[in-house]
Each structure stands twice: as structure tokens, then as C-alpha cells.
């Protein structure tokens, strides 16, 4: 059973940055998948970044390489997700998930075992 609690989320301009924080609590493994996935009002939710607890690995989907990132704090079970140059098509709420598995497609909304609140980004232009 995990709880996943997100916070940082906002209204900036265009350019501008913000750090998505998800706090991870109650039991983990070795082998856990994060992601953060993103829903713009009348479009489906959509995958934006992933990272293994273990190892570290990443994963972006292509309209954020090089302008998201995401991180890990072990020590803390919190996730991050750094935007920076932020734009107006970015806006969305932004949720955090957890996979217990480890295995299967990342980007896939079902590979996901735990789902956060979720978390309002605006970008004005």
C-alpha cells in the first residue's frame, strides 16, 4: 500500500519553471517505477516523465526532453519533476503514480499501481 501526496504546482508565465514534488509513503520496493503523467481539460491523461527508485533510470516523453526532469530523493521517497521553459500547451494537472511491478510499458496509464491527487500547472502566455 503506498500514498502518493504531490505538491508545487501553480501559475507561471511562459519561460518560466516550476518543481513538482510527490511524496511517497507506506510500503516500497526495490523494483518501483514513478511517473508523472499530465491531463489537459477534453484530452485524455497523457505521459510526461518516469524513473526507477533503483538504478535511476529516466524516461521523457518527446515534447519535454531537454526541458523536464526528473529526479529522486531516496532518502526522502520523493520524486520530482522539474519544468523549466515551461509553455502555454503545458498546462494541465499533473499527477504522480507508482508502479510496484517494474516491468511493462512505462508510459501506459495501466502499468500504474498508485495514483496521486493531483496538481493544477498554468502557463500563461
Known amino acids: 500500500q503506498v500514498q502518493l501526496v504531490e505538491s508545487g504546482g501553480g501559475l507561471v508565465q511562459a519561460g518560466g519553471s516550476l518543481r513538482l514534488s510527490c511524496a511517497a509513503s507506506?510500503?516500497?520496493?526495490?523494483?518501483?517505477?514513478m511517473g508523472w503523467f499530465r491531463q489537459a481539460p477534453g484530452k485524455e491523461r497523457e505521459f510526461v516523465a518516469a524513473i526507477r527508485w533503483s538504478g535511476g533510470s529516466t524516461y521523457y516523453v518527446d515534447s519535454v526532453k531537454g526541458r523536464f526532469t526528473i529526479s529522486r530523493d531516496n532518502a526522502k521517497n520523493t520524486v520530482y519533476l522539474q519544468m523549466n521553459s515551461l509553455k502555454p500547451e503545458d498546462t494541465a494537472v499533473y499527477y504522480c503514480?507508482?508502479?510496484?511491478?517494474?516491468?511493462?510499458?512505462?508510459?501506459?496509464?495501466?502499468?500504474?499501481?498508485?495514483w496521486g491527487q493531483g496538481t493544477q500547472v498554468t502557463v500563461s502566455s
Open positions: 507506506g510500503r516500497t520496493f526495490s523494483n518501483y517505477r
Open positions: 503514480a507508482a508502479d510496484r511491478g517494474g516491468l511493462g510499458n512505462s508510459r501506459r496509464v495501466e502499468t500504474y499501481d498508485y
